[in-house]
């Protein structure tokens, strides 16, 4: 069982920029993939990016390709996303979780407390 606390949000003006941690626990960290999901206010949680196991393969949604960027350090358990050019409608509490596709695994159980970011216009 994977287990991660997110951190690194904060408030932001548009344009700005922040970067997003997610550290994970469990022996199969770095044979699993790993994304990214944000649920914004009155709206339900949704994907915004994946990494592979080995952080070959990247994948976005398309309202977030060119701004941010997922990578990962096995070495360290933990997954980054970078943020930039951040847009108002980004505000959301930003979760990560180990995925399969575009899905969270169905063997996750318990999603982390999650990232609030918000940026301001």
């Known amino acids: 069982q994977v287990q991660v606390v997110e951190s690194g949000g904060g408030l932001v003006q548009a344009g700005g920029s922040l970067r997003l941690s997610c550290s994970a626990s469990g022996r199969t960290f770095g044979d699993i993939a790993m994304g990214w999901f944000r649920q914004a206010p009155g709206k339900e949680r949704q994907y915004v990016a994946r990494?592979?196991?080995?952080?070959?393969?990247?994948y976005y949604t398309d309202s977030v390709k060119g701004r941010l960027t997922i990578s990962r350090d096995n070495l360290k358990n933990t997954v980054y996303l970078q943020m930039s050019s951040l847009k108002p409608e980004d505000t959301a509490v930003y979760y990560c979780?180990?995925?399969?596709?575009?899905?969270?695994?169905?063997?996750?159980?318990?999603w982390g407390p999650g990232a609030q970011v918000t940026v301001s216009s």
């Open positions: 990494i592979s196991w080995n952080g070959g393969q990247t």
């Open positions: 979780a180990p995925v399969l596709g575009e899905n969270p695994k169905p063997s996750f159980a318990s």
